[in-house]
């Protein structure tokens, strides 16, 4: 068999829940092991966006804001959805915006990442955004932000200490951290 097709042989697949973010399917069939074995999957609506800005004095802005099913308060990079059909840099562009203000000039894919891979199929695509300048924000009324702006070796700091555990900021932030190093 080749490795890099689906083992699984599934019999049967039932929604067991849905919303306008996402699908809950409950997979019934055979393991890779030929057993008989269940898979649930939760499938995303969106694509999750980051935005990992800095300006020219190499200062980054992170937005903290309480993460309701982690029960706790988050630090992270400006994210958000975008709808699948839609361009993600157009995302970023108004995730950036409604979040912090900011609107940048410039602008370059930074990563793409599976944020959990054994039980969703998300994905994140990541921008880096240079040429800022201070707009308004304009924050969704599911949010209550507040936002810092930092040097970029404070937040890479914060992410070795993990006081940022936001797996989309962590990944943006290694990857610019190598790219400053010459990886």
């Given at each position: 068999?080749?490795?890099?097709?689906?083992?699984?042989?599934?019999?049967?697949?039932?929604?067991?829940?849905?919303?306008?973010?996402?699908?809950?399917?409950?997979?019934?069939?055979?393991?890779?092991?030929?057993?008989?074995?269940?898979?649930?999957?939760?499938?995303?609506?969106?694509?999750?966006?980051?935005?990992?800005?800095?300006?020219?004095?190499?200062n980054t802005y992170l937005v903290g804001q309480f993460r309701f099913p982690l029960n706790r308060f988050s630090w992270e990079l400006p994210e958000g959805g975008g709808a699948l059909d839609e361009d993600p840099l157009d995302a970023a562009k108004r995730e950036l915006l409604e979040e912090t203000g900011l609107v940048a000039s410039e602008w370059e894919l930074l990563t793409r990442i599976d944020t959990s891979n054994s039980v969703t199929d998300e994905t994140a695509v990541v921008f880096l955004a240079r040429g800022l300048h201070q707009g308004e924000s304009e924050p969704e009324e599911t949010e209550q932000l507040t936002i810092r702006k930092v040097p970029f070796e404070e937040a890479y700091r914060m992410v070795q200490d993990m006081e940022i555990t936001d797996s989309i900021s962590v990944a943006a932030i290694q990857r610019m951290k190598l790219r400053l190093l010459g990886y």
């Open positions: 068999m080749d490795k890099h097709q689906n083992p699984w042989k599934i019999h049967s697949s039932e929604t067991k829940y849905e919303n306008n973010w996402i699908r809950i399917t409950h997979n019934e069939g055979l393991n890779p092991a030929g057993n008989p074995g269940i898979y649930g999957v939760v499938h995303f609506k969106n694509v999750a966006i980051g935005v990992l800005a800095l300006d020219e004095e190499m």
